[in-house]
């Protein structure tokens, strides 16, 4: 039996690894994509926000001619704001995409990490099960669950077969 302080050390040893892996994962980035990350994060910051609010009231007030003594620059229908911030939203738009792809591809990498993960787990459990059920039979115990259950669940699993059933379920 696993005792409580064992079971701290497992999930404090399962965490230090996904942080190595993670760290790991980050480490790999290209300068470019370090690049990115940074930008997007910091566009992103509610600051930001504030700061775009403040500097579009500004260009206006200052171009509608609304501000005493600063001359306009930028006359309505102000092109340069509209060229600026178009140019903005276009490198903002291409650095998010890049960002999302670079973690969409970590997030693959994880999603197969994991199904392979899960699939070692039934490899292992399966054999647990062939295990249990000789010792339960060597020593002539009746176990609770049906023999046909228990020749179903010591089957291993087909992924096909299973996948090509999840492919086929209809969709709400």
Do not use: C, Y
């Not at 003594?69 to 178009?86: E, I, N, Q, R, W």
């Not at 903002?92 to 990498?109: D, F, G, P, Y």
């Not at 010792?135 to 609770?144: E, F, I």
């Amino acid at each position: 039996m696993v005792r409580h302080a064992e079971t701290g050390h497992a999930i404090e040893e399962d965490i230090n690894t996904i942080l190595v892996w993670e760290r790991a994962e980050l480490n790999k980035r290209s300068p470019a994509e370090l690049v990115s990350d940074r930008i997007t994060r910091w566009a992103g910051a509610g600051w930001m926000l504030m700061l775009h609010l403040v500097w579009f009231a500004a260009w206006i007030l200052i171009n509608l001619e609304v501000i005493p003594g600063l001359p306009a620059f930028d006359k309505f229908p102000f092109p340069l704001l509209t060229t600026v911030v178009s140019l903005e939203a276009i490198f903002l738009s291409l650095l998010v995409l890049a960002s999302e792809n670079r973690q969409t591809h970590h997030s693959v990498k994880r999603a197969n990490l994991d199904l392979q993960v899960d699939m070692l787990a039934e490899r292992e459990m399966t054999a647990v099960l062939v295990l249990l059920n000789d010792v339960a039979q060597h020593l002539k115990v009746k176990t609770s669950i049906s023999p046909k259950m228990l020749r179903d669940l010591m089957e291993k699993t087909d992924i096909q077969k299973l996948t090509d059933k999840l492919e086929h379920l209809p969709e709400e």
